[in-house]
């Protein structure tokens, strides 16, 4: 299977815990991009890269909430000190920039969390 | 802020006919259109991607349009399927190197027999 996968696909943690999950994405893809998506909404922007640079991140990422890509592949979001609030599905998708491509992306299975 | 509405949250329609869900967006203008498919569960699955100089795009049984003066697009699908059952999103594209994407909430569609 060469689409983006996620890992783990499920997660349940007590309030306060840290969690993190990881994205590998499409091979040759060189744009990455977590949202967030709460029930009965769309998805909302966290943050994405380019390569191994971070480019933006939205004002829902809070400083409780880092991402990395190391060696622009994989990517990791980590959530410190968890709250109720964000119990939510984690979605990572990739995209392929220039060339032919217009920033359709794709998008993993998702991370479902559950905050106790 | 970017505001993104879908015409309702459901829609009903009998197999065989032709569904059309709605997208209309304020403030900027997007520099491309995309649909996804979401079914319960699982990630969105890209559809189909009009740019903001097209007025129609067509792939097998779906078909877009986009009009930049309404600020509105169409999805329309035609011969629908129980199969087509599922949430139907659209995202408003500033451009590569703007890179996110604005989602709406998606209208549920269900197609019965």
């Known amino acids: 299977d060469t689409g983006v996968s996620q890992d783990p696909r499920h997660k349940i943690t007590k309030r306060g815990q840290n969690v993190t999950f990881r994205c590998d994405p499409i091979?040759?893809?060189?744009?990455l991009y977590w949202y967030r998506q709460t029930l009965g909404q769309g998805p909302e922007f966290l943050t994405y890269?380019?390569?191994?640079?971070?480019?933006?991140k939205s004002r829902l990422l809070s400083d409780r909430f880092s991402a990395e890509r190391p060696k622009g592949s994989f990517s990791t979001l980590e959530i410190q000190r968890t709250e109720q609030g964000d119990s939510a599905m984690y979605l990572c998708?990739?995209?392929?920039?220039?060339?032919?491509?217009?920033?359709?992306?794709?998008f993993g299975p998702g991370t479902r969390l559950t905050v106790l | 802020s970017q505001k993104i509405e879908q015409n309702s949250e459901a829609l009903n329609i009998q197999e065989g006919k032709t569904a059309t869900l709605t997208c209309n967006y304020t403030n900027y203008s997007p520099a491309y259109l995309q649909w996804y498919r979401q079914d319960p569960g699982r990630g969105p699955v890209f559809l189909l991607l009009i740019r903001e100089n097209e007025k129609e795009k067509r792939k097998e049984r779906l078909k877009v349009t986009f009009d930049t003066t309404l600020k509105q697009s169409l999805f329309h699908i035609t011969a629908s399927q129980p199969a087509d059952s599922a949430t139907y999103l659209c995202?408003?594209?500033?451009?590569?190197?703007?890179?996110?994407?604005?989602f709406g909430r998606g209208t549920q569609l269900t197609v019965w027999p």
């Open positions: 091979s040759e893809h060189n744009r």
């Open positions: 995202a408003l594209d500033r451009g590569s190197t703007l890179g996110r994407l604005y």
């Open positions: 998708a990739s995209s392929l920039v220039g060339g032919k491509g217009y920033n359709e992306q794709f």
């Open positions: 890269f380019q390569n191994e640079a971070q480019l933006e």
